[in-house]
């Protein structure tokens, strides 16, 4: 038993020892890596604003020029947020804009580098589907089934501690 729990007291220092520098030098070659252009929303139908923002330019950035010419919307302004190092911007979908997925670029101005980020154009809107997962929900739900089988479930419970109940004060014991 000892020698066991030897071994495997081992095993995870082992693990720890040499997993340690890997998942920091993997967790440091995440954080260089550069943020792109956060649209939003990323479908839109003509007529629609879109915001977009990004904290790839850093933060000394005063502002950045964001390019919506793509779909028709021209050039507009990005200026730096309430959140350190983020610059965001605003831009109106022409009415006129055709179905299809466009390239939102932003540079930034202190370095003049540039960022891309992808707008879907439809010409419905997209309405959200489904329930929101909260962990409160009523007792009724989208699907019958699962509705019955919780019923189900609930009548075997109240049976059985029923009947233990009554076999309890008879003096049969459980």
């Given at each position: 038993m000892?020698?066991?729990?030897?071994?495997?007291t081992?095993a995870?220092?082992?693990a720890?020892?040499?997993?340690?520098p890997?998942?920091a030098?993997?967790y440091?070659?995440?954080?260089?890596?550069?943020?792109?252009?956060e649209v939003?929303p990323?479908?839109?139908?003509p007529?629609?604003?879109?915001?977009?923002?990004?904290?790839?330019?850093g933060?000394?950035?005063a502002?950045?020029?964001?390019d919506?010419?793509?779909v028709?919307?021209?050039?507009f302004t990005l200026?730096?947020?309430?959140?350190?190092?983020?610059?965001i911007?605003?831009?109106?979908v022409?009415?006129?804009?055709q179905p299809?997925?466009?390239?939102?670029v932003?540079?930034c101005?202190?370095?003049?580098?540039?960022?891309?980020?992808?707008?879907?154009?439809?010409l419905?809107?997209?309405?959200p589907r489904g329930?929101?997962k909260?962990?409160v929900g009523?007792?009724?739900g989208?699907?019958p089934?699962?509705?019955a089988a919780?019923?189900?479930?609930?009548a075997v419970a109240a049976?059985?501690?029923t009947?233990?109940?009554h076999r309890?004060?008879?003096?049969d014991?459980?």
């Amino acid at each position: 038993m000892r020698r066991t729990a030897r071994l495997l007291t081992g095993a995870v220092f082992a693990a720890v020892v040499v997993g340690g520098p890997l998942a920091a030098s993997a967790y440091a070659a995440g954080a260089v890596e550069s943020a792109g252009l956060e649209v939003y929303p990323s479908s839109v139908v003509p007529g629609g604003t879109v915001t977009v923002g990004t904290t790839a330019c850093g933060d000394e950035s005063a502002a950045a020029e964001g390019d919506a010419s793509a779909v028709g919307a021209g050039v507009f302004t990005l200026a730096p947020s309430s959140r350190e190092g983020e610059v965001i911007g605003q831009f109106k979908v022409p009415p006129s804009a055709q179905p299809g997925t466009y390239e939102i670029v932003a540079t930034c101005g202190h370095d003049g580098r540039e960022v891309h980020g992808d707008l879907v154009v439809t010409l419905t809107p997209v309405q959200p589907r489904g329930s929101v997962k909260t962990g409160v929900g009523g007792a009724l739900g989208p699907d019958p089934v699962q509705t019955a089988a919780g019923v189900a479930a609930l009548a075997v419970a109240a049976a059985g501690g029923t009947w233990l109940l009554h076999r309890r004060a008879r003096g049969d014991g459980i």
